[in-house]
């Protein structure tokens, strides 16, 4: 059984900054990928930031050079740091982490979701 928690959405004004953090728990073998996505109210959900198995982070356009993911290994913990936050963002975000719960066995795990809205 593997969960993840999310902590750190909630309501900022545009130009603020937000931290979201995501924490894996239970039978964890190895992550071989995790980040964030997030969906807005009648869009499709979309990847925001993600740590790939390949070790690489890839980020959405509308993001680059304002959010920033990081990871705690040991944790077994993300985090994303927004900044310059604008009302497009306003969305409900999501942690995704593909692990593996031994060598075999593989699941493709989410969060169950925090708001971020931004507004004035």
């Known amino acids: 059984q593997v969960q993840l928690v999310e902590s750190g959405g909630g309501l900022v004004q545009p130009g603020g900054s937000l931290r979201l953090t995501c924490a894996a728990s239970?039978?964890?073998?190895?992550?071989?990928?995790m980040g964030w996505y997030r969906q807005a109210p009648g869009k499709e959900r979309e990847s925001v930031a993600v740590?790939?198995?390949?070790?690489?982070?890839n980020y959405a356009d509308s993001v680059k050079g304002r959010f920033t993911i990081s990871r705690d290994n040991a944790k077994n913990t993300v985090y994303l740091q927004m900044n310059s936050l604008k009302s497009e963002d306003t969305a409900v975000y999501y942690c995704?982490?593909?692990?593996?719960?031994?060598?075999?066995?593989?699941?493709?795990?989410w969060g169950q979701g925090t708001q971020v809205t931004v507004s004035s």
């Open positions: 740590f790939s198995s390949a070790g690489s982070t």
């Open positions: 239970g039978s964890i073998y190895r992550i071989n990928s």
């Open positions: 995704n982490a593909a692990i593996h719960t031994s060598v075999w066995d593989r699941g493709d795990y």
